[in-house]
């Protein structure tokens, strides 16, 4: 694939760490065909309880030693995340608007905040510089999906057809993973590996305790696979090897990472929700890639779905238009 920007490019990813922020913003750096930097932003309580509206903390500022946006700046930022806001408002002022910055997702300060500004098409948030795209950008490509499929992971290619990725994530700003929505996810979970799917696991850093034994213990008894999060996370080896998933609707990122796929996606959603997730899931349903988990397998393959290349485009004419105007 030809690179959107020239290798000589230096960027920046910039967010606090989070795995599904970072992996938004690497997933376009790299199809942008750059190498990107990982910036680590870790601002302290009272600050941190203060963004995306207040300053950065005053022990990252440009000036101190080990500050994580210190000089000489790049040509690109890539952010996201509300702690990643002040920082990216901090590198546009000490740059004089010369490093090009993009975020992903709204950074509920406005569009001003960055050059550009990308949101799912469910979002509502809209202007000159917002781009839009159905799915979310990740770094799950057909080219890592591939490689993966042709060197399988022992531990994984022995388990018997057909193998169900089990995406698991956690209590989120709209979703709570209650009681009652754990019971149901591992009787489910239980119904799919009794009828003869092989169940392979993953869990995030937000799966609470209860639902980490709860699904610690479904995987146990079905002789499945679950990471146990030493060494290198195997989330591209699980999608790869995956007949379907199965996954937990916090997360629409994890989500669209699935249906990056090609595989049935088996949507369990726990309480709470909002009218975003739902006018996303909504979409992929329409289309016959998402389906309600009801304990059996749905769906067939279709076309994988990925918008990584699409807004990577975007951010790269926007980025050679800002760079012809300087």
């Not at 781009?131 to 060197?151: D, E, F, Q």
């Not at 989120?172 to 119904?191: G, K, M």
């Not at 996303?280 to 749905?298: E, K, Q």
């Amino acid at each position: 694939m030809t690179a959107l920007l020239p290798a000589s490019t230096t960027a920046w990813v910039l967010t606090d760490g989070k795995a599904g922020d970072t992996a938004i913003c690497f997933g376009v750096v790299e199809a942008l065909g750059l190498e990107p930097v990982l910036h680590k932003i870790a601002p302290r309580p009272p600050w941190s309880w203060a963004t995306p509206f207040g300053p950065i903390d005053p022990k990252e500022a440009p000036q101190r030693r080990f500050s994580p946006i210190a000089p000489p700046y790049p040509d690109l930022v890539v952010a996201s995340g509300r702690r990643a806001v002040p920082y990216v408002r901090r590198i546009r002022a000490e740059t004089g608007g010369r490093t090009f910055t993009a975020f992903m997702k709204d950074p509920y300060t406005g569009i001003r905040t960055a050059d550009l500004i990308w949101v799912p098409a469910h979002d509502t948030l809209a202007g000159p510089n917002v781009i839009k795209s159905p799915l979310t950008p990740h770094r799950v490509t057909a080219a890592r999906l591939a490689a993966a499929r042709a060197a399988p992971l022992e531990v994984l290619a022995r388990l018997p057809a057909p193998r169900v990725a089990v995406l698991i994530g956690g209590n989120s700003v709209n979703h709570r993973f209650a009681r009652s929505d754990i019971a149901e996810l591992t009787s489910r979970l239980d119904r799919l590996a009794k009828d003869g799917a092989s169940l392979m696991a993953t869990l995030s850093r937000r799966t609470p305790p209860r639902l980490r034994r709860a699904i610690t213990a479904v995987i146990a008894r079905h002789n499945g696979y679950l990471w146990d999060e030493k060494g290198d996370n195997p989330f591209i080896a699980l999608l790869a090897l995956a007949d379907a998933l199965v996954v937990t609707a916090d997360s629409v990122g994890m989500v669209g990472e699935a249906a990056a796929t090609g595989r049935p996606v088996l949507v369990f959603e726990p309480s709470g929700g909002h009218r975003k997730v739902t006018r996303y899931l909504d979409w992929l349903r329409s289309r016959g890639i998402v389906h309600n988990f009801t304990g059996h397998l749905a769906g067939s393959p279709y076309e994988p779905l990925d918008s990584t290349f699409a807004v990577a485009s975007r951010i790269a004419e926007a980025f050679r238009r800002h760079c012809e105007a300087r």
